[in-house]
């Protein structure tokens, strides 16, 4: 049985048609709902329903029960929060019959509106949804150093937490601002709203190692008082009437303010309104691991043995500016809103600014990749198979007066979709960049000069390189071809490709951490094997079939490395080509 939906607080408004209201919700997110603890973690499936249906409910009880708080909303960076968590919580409070302009604004409301003041005013309003009660939602940015220090904050969520890396500056930075305040306030009560100072902590299942951070805890749970309230939401599915209960509902309290609890859904919660037909679709198009992870979501093994031995999260990866997202945001995404009200009989026009976020929401391609530099050409390699297609994107540019080549993207096809659909998704990917700079350095080994019908569509006698500079041309690219010879042998690029992640040798290889996930993936998951020549990378999992009968988890295997491995060869020691731009020494290795 679903279980009883206990209905959200009493809505204090004149102008819905109904004191209460009722929305469906798949098993998982009535039971993560109901249950109501204190600390409450989720990690669940893709299709889930996790913005919309778990913090969407779980952010207004904590509005409603906390009047003019001020709470924090977390993402991993601005890119994250306007393109897809904003829009998708917003989504959520909506359907539960929350209209904005009426009962919340994004930014300070109008004095049309008649809101009540939070009990402390922020000093800026742009990244703040202010709601009818005087609560405000603070949208931070784990990318900005410092960004939640000077709050108060009477509870916290997150989205995406996978992303929030690394840990210990959640910990460090993030957890003392949960204090709440010295309020005499209703619902400012750590005894008896369990609201108050909470944590909601949302995701789907990790996919690197600093990914798992946040999961250590995991069996940090209450199991006792866990037990208590779930054999209460049993007797609520006996006896509903007991929801009416103060002396039962003041017992649930009780125990859900001292709750913590860790949930693990699959996707498979939510099969009623996504469908066979999608989990047969992600059975086929997704890898086995990945569809054991993101689908099901079952734990990841950490690789040992790495091929990159020196690469490290914390070092090698970024974040793009925020200060750069969110001017970009705000200067092309601010949008004029008019709603109308009626108060009192009254029908009344209020108008405020925000940001589009139906527009935001729709962004698929580099607009608001803040670190792709119009002044320098676009650098890119390729890796060909039979059943997955990876080309890794880049650009050289000086950090901290440092050499560096920035990882921007990676890109992959699977199966039917072959080297002209990649090189085609490429260009509408980077679309905005080619008015700026059209430039394009194409490295490529003597693998590139191959042709065959598996890596090309119905042309089985034109070369992988010829086919990517036709691609690119016809779409007003200018392509600069750098021919690399034999690829480095095995020893030697070992060496070279952890020299460079130590820092001994030149460029500082930095990745995009949002555009590279998978990439991140295939180099935490590459093996190195001894064979009688050195070390060399372990390729046997493009070797051996799997039981789908493709050879091997495609995004953890190591193709898109290997399409990273000749863009930072490439870089190092093959120059810019006709551009010119940046160019490195030679020194001998080994």
Not at 21 to 37: H, K, V
Not at 52 to 80: H, M, W, Y
Not at 382 to 389: G, L, R
Not at 492 to 511: M, T, Y
Request: glycine residues 8%; hydrophobic residues 35%; contains cysteine.
């Amino acid at each position: 049985m679903l279980g009883r939906l206990m209905p959200l607080a009493q809505q204090q408004f004149d102008t819905l048609e109904q004191k209460q209201r009722y929305i469906y919700m798949n098993p998982a997110q009535l039971l993560a709902y109901n249950f109501g603890a204190r600390v409450t973690k989720v990690r669940a499936g893709r299709g889930t329903g996790k913005s919309t249906a778990f913090l969407a409910p779980r952010l207004l009880r904590c509005v409603q029960t906390i009047p003019r708080s001020e709470g924090l909303f977390l993402g991993n960076s601005i890119k994250q929060l306007y393109t897809k968590t904003v829009p998708q919580v917003i989504l959520g409070v909506e359907m539960m019959g929350y209209q904005e302009g009426k009962h919340f604004f994004r930014g300070h409301a109008p004095k049309k509106a008649g809101f009540k003041e939070p009990l402390k005013k922020p000093r800026v309003w742009e990244n703040v949804i202010h709601w009818y009660n005087g609560a405000c939602t603070y949208l931070v940015s784990m990318a900005i150093r410092a960004s939640a220090n000077g709050f108060n904050a009477a509870y916290l969520l997150a989205d995406e937490t996978r992303y929030l890396q690394p840990w210990r500056k959640v910990q460090e930075e993030v957890m003392p601002t949960l204090r709440g305040g010295s309020y005499d306030h209703p619902g400012w009560n750590e005894q008896e709203n369990p609201f108050y100072l909470s944590q909601t902590w949302v995701s789907d299942a990790a996919l690197t190692v600093a990914q798992q951070e946040w999961e250590k805890d995991m069996e940090d749970q209450t199991d006792d008082i866990n037990s208590q309230i779930a054999e209460m939401l049993a007797e609520l599915d006996v006896l509903p009437e007991l929801a009416e209960s103060e002396r039962f509902l003041r017992k649930l309290r009780h125990l859900q303010c001292e709750s913590r609890v860790f949930f693990n859904f699959s996707s498979l919660e939510n099969v009623e309104l996504l469908g066979e037909r999608y989990f047969r679709d992600r059975k086929r198009e997704m890898p086995e691991l990945m569809f054991d992870i993101q689908i099901l979501g079952k734990r990841k093994g950490v690789a040992r043995d790495g091929y990159y031995a020196n690469f490290n999260q914390e070092i090698h990866t970024y974040i793009p500016s925020e200060e750069s997202q969110t001017e970009m945001v705000y200067n092309h995404y601010l949008k004029k809103f008019v709603s109308i009200s009626h108060q009192g009989g009254v029908r009344q026009k209020v108008e405020w600014e925000g940001i589009d976020l139906d527009a935001t929401s729709k962004l698929r391609d580099c607009t608001l990749d803040t670190d792709v530099l119009a002044t320098e050409p676009l650098r890119i390699a390729f890796d060909v198979n039979a059943n997955i297609c990876t080309m890794v994107t880049g650009q050289t540019y000086k950090v901290e007066g440092l050499d560096c080549l920035n990882v921007l993207s990676s890109l992959f096809t699977k199966n039917d979709r072959k080297l002209r659909a990649l090189c085609s998704d490429w260009c509408k990917y980077y679309a905005p960049q080619k008015v700026r700079n059209n430039n394009v350095i194409l490295y490529y080994d003597a693998t590139m000069k191959q042709g065959g019908a598996y890596g090309i569509e119905n042309a089985a006698d034109t070369r992988y390189y010829n086919v990517v500079k036709e691609e690119l041309g016809k779409r007003g690219w200018k392509v600069t071809m750098v021919a690399m010879g034999t690829p480095m042998n095995h020893p030697q690029k070992f060496q070279f490709l952890n020299d460079i992640l130590s820092g001994v040798q030149r460029p500082f290889l930095r990745i995009n951490r949002e555009n590279n996930e998978y990439l991140i993936v295939a180099m935490e998951n590459a093996r190195v094997v001894n064979t009688s020549r050195g070390p060399a990378k372990d390729k046997s999992k493009e070797k051996h079939a799997s039981e789908q009968g493709i050879a091997g988890p495609l995004e953890t295997r190591t193709d898109i490395t290997d399409a990273l491995d000749t863009l930072v060869i490439g870089t190092r020691y093959f120059g810019s080509g006709a551009t010119g731009g940046m160019r490195f020494s030679m020194p001998r290795i080994g």
